[in-house]
């Protein structure tokens, strides 16, 4: 029986799919301050965006894994650039593999005095998702180019 390197080889896969420069670039252009840790924040996040391509078929440099297309290059580096972000944003540790380890503030309050945050549940099931899927603007740029929610590629 054939095994999947019968099929497709040697397949390099990227750590980063945006580089250092490409994402202090990118916090410029949107007037973000970078983060302190842009390396662990995009190799943390680069996983999540493989995986959310993965049924896209694109053409990839046989030594870096990368994108040999410009626009799709483009696009699966803004994703990862929106993720590392977000992740930072939101205080999520690369260090801790995708896991929340921090809670959303449910109330809060003087003395005895509380008050309760209505969207407490949401903001924590956002957060949650952000650390094992894309956060919305990362999905829509993959969308531009077609490489979110495409059909797999099978072969045989």
Known sequence: EAGMSDYYGDTVVPDML????????????????????????LLAVTPLVL??????YY???????????PIIAAALADATCIQA??????????????VATTGVRTTAGIGSARIGYADAAQAADARASATSGLVPAAVMR??????????PWTYG
Request: some cysteine; aromatic content about 8%; charged content about 15%.
């Open 18 to 41: 945006a580089s250092l420069d490409q994402f202090t670039a990118w916090c410029t252009k949107w007037g973000v301050t970078a983060p302190t840790n842009p390396a662990a924040l």
């Open 51 to 56: 995986d959310a391509t993965s049924g896209s």
């Open 59 to 69: 053409d990839t440099d046989l030594t870096t894994g990368l994108a040999t297309d």
């Open 85 to 98: 972000v977000a992740w930072s944003t939101l205080g999520i540790d690369p260090l801790t593999g995708g």
């Open 142 to 151: 993959l969308r531009q180019v077609n490489l979110f929610e495409t059909e």
